[in-house]
């Protein structure tokens, strides 16, 4: 931040003049306050505020701007710091034109330097907490940003609305910045290796939990593992009860379920499988993606950025950005494209998953309409029943204009093709289906300031066709309420 060099007190008595770097306009008054950005003046037409980076202060007592660097502090779980968001700060200064040097004292500190002249710029520095300190550390305005492995709690959502200067969906208060999956390991005493997410979703939600019936036998199932962690899975299969008793960790539980980040051993690693039968289908027809993703979330503290701090938010949403975040081994929205016919499976996944009354013409209208074309990974997922896009998704918005301003697209035939779960009618899933892929179509020519997307940009409505899951659950018709973008 820049100061003043001198006297307050002298800086507020004498009239200063700021001046448009153009000399188009002028006005002057007293200089109230000056926080290095951003000028205060009292003039003759009342308070006024002024970009410093807009106007030339002229005046005995102008603030002398001298570099001091920015402090930007970040709250985040100690196994994200390194892995991560280190690395991120570390593209990010890359791509600015930084240099950087790591602290010798601080294991995570970082300071960003102008290579023109070696003045310090930024100092980012990366505090330890779990999700909870994290948000408390916003709350208490201790940091700039929390980074999270599950989303607020019903608790610390209210404290943040309070707090945020919006809603915490709003893309300026919050992203998805990456995805983890998440592995489910059982005791070796138990020899269940495989299970659906219907019947994962029934262990957990039941009071008591069970396993799936095994040669006669059932097991109490309890959940166990760090407590994010534990969070995460069941804010993603939509379990929100979580007053089931814990056993002692020296009591040997067959029933115990332990959720990880880290695949750590296959011997007693839990398949979970995306079908809707007890049986797992053969690997080669497997949906291409991990059933259980769950998101890692970066919060904006409610108060005006600085300039290099509202660089590295803005950065993180660029494809540069998510590019990194895939090549350190998190899921991100890089573009990644699934050929409707290819080895995916994609086709005898949806079969799988598909209700006995779906109607066949959904499924042959899909294969007709999407021939030739490629998804992207890139998916919208909407509140039951509504053209609303849940909080994850908005994001992606963000993400996907880059895209369309980086000229991604330029040359190709674009689809938004809308997917519904299938409760209501066929028809009325296939008009509500088609209702969103042109919602996100319209939000994105929005977001480009109107600007008209040519024919090439398509929509489709497939209704209850290509379910991802089953829709016994409330996680599946989640999955299943989709926009998907297709590109040829």
Known sequence: MTCFLGSMASALADPVELVLRDGSFSISGTLTS?????????????????????????????PTLSASPENVALSSDESLNSALLMPLIQSFAEGQGYSYQLSQEMAAQITLF??????????????DRNSGGAILDILDDRTNFALTLRAPTQEEQAALKENMFGTLDHPQNSMVLAWQDLYLYSEPSNPNRFIT?????????????????????QYPAFLTGQEDQTQALRQLLRIFDTAQPMPSKSVNTPGRLTVSANQITQDTLVQVSLGCGQLMAPPEIQAPMHPLQA????????????????????????????DAVRTLGFISRSPKKTEIHGQSGLLINAILNTDM???TEDLRLAVLNLNGYERMSLTFRFLGGTQIMNADSQSNLQFLKRLFVAGYFE?????????????????????????RARAVRATIATLLDDAPLSNDFEVL???EGLPL???????????????????K
């Open 469 to 487: 899951a089953c829709n016994d659950t409330a996680w599946g018709q989640n999955q299943n309420r989709r926009v998907e973008i297709w590109v």
């Open 357 to 359: 009354d779906m109607r």
């Open 411 to 435: 040359g190709r035939d674009v689809m938004f093709v809308g997917f519904s779960d299938s409760q209501g009618s066929a028809d009325g899933n296939v008009q509500i289906s088609l209702n």
């Open 461 to 463: 409505g497939l209704g």
């Open 34 to 62: 000056f926080d290095g950005e951003i000028y205060q003046i009292q003039s003759e037409f009342g308070q006024l505020t002024l970009a410093a980076d807009m106007v030339v202060c002229r005046g005995t007592t102008c």
């Open 114 to 127: 102008d290579p023109k002249n070696g003045e310090a710029r930024a100092v980012f520095t990366i505090s």
């Open 295 to 322: 998101p890692i979330y970066m919060i904006a503290a409610p108060k005006k950025m600085q300039s290099i701090a509202r660089a590295f938010w803005s950065f993180l949403l660029t494809p540069e950005a998510q």
């Open 197 to 217: 997410i219907s019947q994962l979703v029934a262990m957990l939600g039941e009071k008591p939990g069970l396993w799936p019936l095994t040669a006669s036998m």
